[in-house]
């Protein structure tokens, strides 16, 4: 094709000063509320995304504390059981929709085209409007429990006990349409994830030089792109169910209520691998640079990342084993839940390795990741004993799956997530978090952690139910349950110290530099905090390990930082092939925009009016959406045309 | 493994995991734990749970070990970099190290499997075709339980929240729900079975020994779903037919004139709801199928599905304000006398 | 894979801007929609059978269904495959009447396929809430209705963007992007017309 003006041959260029402050000023937002309401900055969305998760975890930690005092000592009185309900019920929801996720959202939406060695996501205003919308979905979500009307049936919200006929108040409502909501901004991340992976890597980056954390938190998304659906759908029909009298749980009708728990488990299992499988990618990623070597193993790591989310798909029958279904149907159930264990076998040991075969620093970050390796295990082995059927008839629904799920969240959820924010604080803020308080976060949240939750493993063998409001003395449980609240308390205090060592870091803190931990990867090799541009030139990727190349042994090739191809016509990157990641077109990136927003808005008004039953109120949005998308995606007049037309 | 463990052995496991679990609590506080069992349905279960319990023990000891002596390692004076780190060390092949642990570890999830495999086979049908058949259906939030076959006898009879069985038979269980789904459980003799409306699951379970084992609803079913409990007497078979045909009479006639003073007050406040076999006379009856049935109260030891026990305070209380002893159950507070609550619960407590 | 290091004069040379290419970030975008929306009908579909193998009676309980206007809907969304291909295929070989002819004329088969299918509501004699088969044909039809009427308002913007002049045989993304949807709806359709259409005369029950 010879269509000279759509093409332009850019140069190489070694950025001057002139150069980069040129590109500060291209790439930054308009001060004030519009440039806050307006920007498609990845770097502010992604702490964005880390603030909100943060004051969800802060709520859904707070409600956890009221249970904990409740269950202290046997028959207390201190909230009655239509609170309690309440408080478990959105402290699940909250933990599991509005923190769990969200918060590894922000990593990866700060971290991804810092590490890919680009200058934005793959959609920027899409990414603007997952944010957006789960900020909206999560509000939607609270917007029952202070007058207590919260859901009130458990985060898995079984039918037909939140049916219509059981439940007809508005909590289970507000929470399923406001799962459907957010499933949307879910949806539209994982969306933006795997095209930013396929699509905007920096030259040279070919698969095989992909860090493990994009791996994780790729392979994460594609799930949730398979996942979500089934769960959307599922309160979609419930909704359907509670609303206009459709029958598809309902027994009378000839619905069934199983079919609610295999919709909704087909969701939960991936979706438990989506909330951990990117937290554990941040610990291969970090972990390594704390004992001063490359990863043990690391393509097999990135093998069983895979394997496990497609064998994620095939276990979700082992959260039903209890529900009467064929011997048959059980067995294969169990072996392919014994089968998952491998995979994840494989990062355990590629984990020990590489601190035996290490060097390490005993930093804070280190600590939070070794300790996470501990805890997986734990929550690991407790997952491997339910994954036996008959075992499982007597271990689920005790304490001793709270403790399991506990463990995985919290293990390998939140101390990797704090673990991953003393590593990249640096870039994150541009200044370093207080080691010496770091010290006491990680030991009052490990031994706080442990003290609470490894006793419910207990209570849970001595028959302790989950999802009770109180319980009768005599059963061996409240020694066991004073215990978990003394250590629920202590863990608090932990993540309070964290925060006291953010606020107290922002203020008063040294400025980091460039890349204190002597990381490996791209985001090290820009400025602490990153400048809006991210790179000046892009960079040239030569291998998996791009800033140690010169020190270790072998290196497939040089990595070209200090001159690349010269991007400068408004928001510029370089698109790339899937495998081998060479440049093979300039992609015009859209800058500020406050469609977004108007979109966000437009379907928070559907989702009010479908509450509501106020149906003009969703017409009208829905009729307003079609304007919004048209002016969201109305064609540049810039793009097609070669600069010198553009200029013009 | 059909028969329970000797009883060396029993002890030893408690033992062990007195020792390691509880220090100083004897196993026989812990009615509810499923570690120690006492039914052909149940044991398989503990045996296989003790087995994977200790491989996992074993596993998060040595994974443990591992990164702590790594990181003990790790502590001797690396050579140093400019800025005082470690320097940087260039592959080591610790790939092999991986592949001798998974290994390891699909040799035993392989073993681990064939376990419960065996385990499932074993315990997903009775010894024995069972000789008593019980329909168990799990309301919101009590049992009500109705024994439909004993023998060849055909004779059936309902009561709640209490089982009895006899020591050494199986006993079938179906499981009804005609609101939300429960789940049925008793851990020293049996695992759970959820109760689901539309579909009736069906379990077995069998009493090694004689005596009270108490189980609990596992499936969140609302807001009262931490009061759903119940009880199952195990008794000698003598004992139990004993039992079995007492149930079956209708309730004897009051005979003290506050008891005669109050069946009329239950046949007019009680009745809608509750069954009492053989009261009143042929005007009214007392056949309510909303709650428990009644006919044979005092043979039970608890109110409200094991909430209270069944004492003279407790059963005025209950008849008087329910609500308060367990809230937000069907039960209405009752707008009764003094005279009248007297007068009922001495009539409630002649159904023995 | 040609992953040797290169030297960065290599990289110098020309670069198609915005746009070009097979695989833009809208045809990711779209595809990677396509696949989470076959997921939506896939858990519609399982629900749909799983239901059936729980049912005690027959399905459908209101006997087999009338087949003339799926058979008109089924038409019609075959013919407007060939459609939308037209249009494509023709923008993409610089043939912008083609895109002129295909997309209304896609465009007015999706409006047909539309007025159909709520005729054919219309004269079932059955309700959305008169049982599970009932609440599933009208679930799993209306999402495939309102996924036609996104398609159709898909068609208007591409082609008010090709009288603005926005679409060319260079920039001609939006159109295949469009077509690739539209593939999409018919292939769920078929899906739903061997649910609820073919099955209930082919198997014995």
Redesign the interface.
């Known amino acids: 094709m010879a269509e000279v003006p759509t093409y332009r041959t850019p140069e190489v260029i070694t950025p001057t000063r002139d150069f980069l402050d040129k590109m500060e000023e291209m790439w930054s937002d308009p001060p004030g509320i519009i440039g806050w309401l307006s920007t498609v900055d990845h770097k502010k969305i992604g702490r964005r995304y880390l603030v909100t998760a943060f004051l969800f975890l802060f709520v859904g930690g707070l409600e956890a504390l009221i249970m904990r005092l409740q269950l202290a000592q046997p028959n207390e009185h201190m909230v009655g059981p239509h609170l309690y309900n309440q408080l478990f019920s959105m402290h699940g929801t909250t933990m599991i929709f509005l923190y769990a996720l969200p918060i590894l959202s922000g990593f990866s939406n700060f971290l991804w085209p810092l590490i890919l060695g680009t200058r934005d996501m793959a959609f920027p205003r899409l990414n603007m409007f997952t944010y957006w919308t789960f900020l909206l979905a999560g509000a939607f979500m609270y917007i029952g429990f202070p007058t207590g009307q919260g859901t009130d049936v458990g985060w898995f919200n079984y039918v037909p006990l939140a049916g219509p006929m059981y439940n007809p108040g508005p909590g289970v409502d507000i929470f399923s349409l406001g799962m459907i909501f957010l499933g949307i901004s879910t949806t539209a991340g994982a969306i933006n994830f795997i095209a930013t992976m396929f699509r905007t890597r920096a030259p040279g980056m070919s698969i095989s030089r992909v860090p493990i954390m994009i791996w994780g938190t790729l392979v994460a998304n594609i799930g949730i792109l398979f996942a979500v659906p089934a769960v959307s759908l599922d309160f979609f029909l419930l909704w359907l169910d509670r609303r206009f009298g459709t029958d598809f749980f309902n027994v009378s009708g000839g619905g069934h209520p199983l079919l609610w728990q295999h919709l909704f488990w087909i969701f939960g299992h991936p979706w438990v691998y989506a909330i951990v499988l990117p937290a554990m990618s941040i610990v291969s990623q970090c972990l390594p640079v704390h004992c001063r070597r490359p990863l043990v193993a690391n393509s097999a790591v990135i093998l069983a990342t895979i394997l496990t989310m497609v064998l994620g798909f095939g276990v979700w029958v082992h959260h039903m084993f209890a529900t009467g279904l064929p011997v048959i149907a059980m067995g294969f159930f169990s072996a392919a839940s014994f089968v998952i264990v491998i995979p994840s076998a494989v990062s355990v040991f590629a984990w020990v390795a590489t601190i035996w075969t290490g060097r390490p620093v005993f930093t804070t970050a280190f600590k939070f990741f070794a300790a996470e390796i501990i805890l997986f295990v734990i929550g690991g082995v407790s997952g491997f004993m339910t994954a036996a059927v008959p075992l499982d008839w007597q271990l689920t629904d005790t304490y001793f799956v709270v403790a399991h799920i506990h463990y995985v969240l919290i293990g390998i959820n939140v101390f990797p997530v704090i673990g991953g924010i003393y590593h990249w604080f640096p870039k994150f803020a541009g200044k370093m978090l207080n080691e010496k308080l770091g010290w006491w976060n990680f030991w009052l949240m490990f031994i706080g952690f442990n003290v609470g939750f490894f006793p419910m493993h207990i209570s849970g063998l001595l028959g302790m139910p989950r999802r009770i409001y109180t319980y009768p003395a005599g059963l061996g449980w409240g020694d066991l349950n004073l215990v978990t609240t003394i250590g629920a308390f202590l863990f608090a205090l932990g993540v309070l110290v964290f925060i006291v060592n953010v606020v107290v870091t922002l203020l008063t803190g040294k400025r980091a530099p460039a890349n204190p931990w002597d990381g490996d990867t791209l985001e090290w090799s820009t400025s602490s905090p990153p400048p809006h541009y991210n790179f000046g030139v892009i960079p040239h990727v030569g291998s998996l390990h791009p800033l140690w190349e010169d020190r270790l042994e072998k290196s497939e090739g040089r990595t070209i930082l200090h001159e690349g191809l010269k991007l400068d016509e408004e928001h510029e990157i370089p698109g790339t092939t899937i495998l081998d990641a060479e440049a093979d077109v300039i992609l015009k990136m859209p800058g500020k925009s406050f469609a977004p927003l108007i979109m966000a808005l437009l379907i928070s008004g559907v989702f009010i009016g479908m509450l509501l039953e106020w149906w003009w109120i969703s017409g009208a949005a829905m009729c307003a959406m079609f304007p919004a998308l048209l002016y969201w995606f109305w064609p540049s007049a810039e793009v097609g045309r070669s600069p010198k037309e553009s200029r013009a | 493994m059909k028969h329970r463990p000797p009883l060396v052995r029993r002890t030893t496991l408690a033992a062990i995991a007195a020792a390691l679990l509880l220090p100083g609590a004897a196993w026989a506080d812990l009615p509810m734990t499923y570690l120690i069992t006492n039914g052909a349905a149940a044991n398989p279960l503990a045996h296989l749970g003790w087995g994977l319990m200790g491989l996992s023990v074993f596993v998060i000891v040595f994974i443990a070990l591992a990164v702590l002596i790594g990181i003990w390692r790790g502590r001797r004076s690396w050579p140093t970099d400019a800025a005082g780190r470690p320097k940087l060390l260039p592959g080591v092949n610790a790939a092999p190290f991986v592949v001798i642990g998974v290994c390891v570890s699909i040799v035993l999830l392989f073993g681990s499997a064939v376990w419960t495999f065996f385990t499932l086979a074993h315990v997903s049908q009775p010894p024995k075709d069972p000789a008593i058949t019980l329909d168990v259906t799990a309301h919101q939030w009590w049992w009500e339980v109705e024994y439909k076959h004993y023998g060849q006898k055909l004779r059936t009879f309902v009561t709640a929240n209490e089982i009895h069985v006899p020591v050494g038979e199986p006993v079938r269980v179906r499981l009804i729900s005609p609101d939300v789904i429960h789940s049925f459980w008793a851990p020293e003799l049996f695992g759970k079975m959820d109760v689901i409306p539309g579909q009736t699951n069906i379990t077995w379970f069998e009493a090694a020994k004689a005596g009270t084992y108490r189980g609990q609803c596992t499936e969140f079913c609302g807001l009262q779903h931490a009061h759903m409990a119940f009880h199952v007497v195990a008794q000698p078979p003598a004992k139990f037919h004993q039992w079995w045909t007492h149930q079956l009479a209708d309730a004897k006639q009051p005979v003290s004139p506050a008891a005669q003073q109050g069946e009329k007050v239950f046949l007019h406040h009680c009745a809608v709801c509750h069954t009492v076999r053989g009261a009143g006379g042929p005007d009214i009856i007392a056949m309510g199928k909303l709650g428990p049935d009644l006919t044979h109260l005092m043979s039970r030891h608890w109110l409200g599905a094991g909430t209270v026990p069944n004492t003279t305070g407790y059963l005025a209380a209950w008849v008087e304000n329910a609500q308060s002893i367990k809230p937000g159950i069907d039960m209405p507070t009752m707008d009764l006398t003094n005279r009248q609550l007297l007068d009922v619960v001495a009539y409630l407590q002649t159904l023995n | 894979?040609?992953?040797?290091?290169?030297e960065?004069?290599d990289?110098?040379?020309?670069?198609?801007?915005?746009?070009?290419?097979n695989?833009?970030?809208g045809w990711?975008?779209m595809v990677?929609?396509i696949?989470?929306?076959s997921?939506?009908f896939?858990?519609?579909f399982?629900?749909f059978y799983?239901?059936q193998s729980?049912?005690?009676?027959v399905w459908p309980?209101s006997g087999k269904p009338p087949l003339p206007y799926a058979l008109g809907t089924t038409g019609a969304l075959f013919i407007s495959v060939f459609t939308v291909w037209f249009a494509s295929n023709g923008i993409r070989r610089g043939i912008k009447w083609r895109v002129w002819v295909g997309l209304p004329l896609t465009g007015l088969i999706g409006i047909a396929y539309v007025l159909l299918q709520l005729v054919d509501w219309s004269v079932e004699p059955f309700a959305?809430?008169?049982?599970?088969?009932s609440?599933?044909y009208y679930?799993i039809t209306g999402f495939h209705l309102v996924h036609t009427i996104v398609g159709v308002?898909m068609i208007v913007?591409i082609l008010?963007?090709t009288a603005l002049g926005?679409v060319?045989s260079?920039?001609c993304n939006?159109v295949r992007v469009v077509a690739l949807y539209w593939y999409f709806l018919v292939v769920v359709w078929i899906g739903i017309m061997t649910t609820f259409y073919v099955l209930p005369y082919v198997t014995p029950r």
Request: proline share 8%; aromatic share 12%.
């Open positions: 894979m040609s992953a040797t290091s290169a960065p004069r990289l110098s040379r020309p670069l198609p801007i915005g746009s070009a290419g695989l833009t970030p990711w975008g990677m929609l696949a989470t929306e997921a939506v896939a858990y519609l399982f629900s799983y239901l729980m049912a005690d009676n309980p959305f809430n008169s049982g599970a088969y609440s599933l679930t308002l913007a008010l963007w926005h060319t260079e920039r939006s």
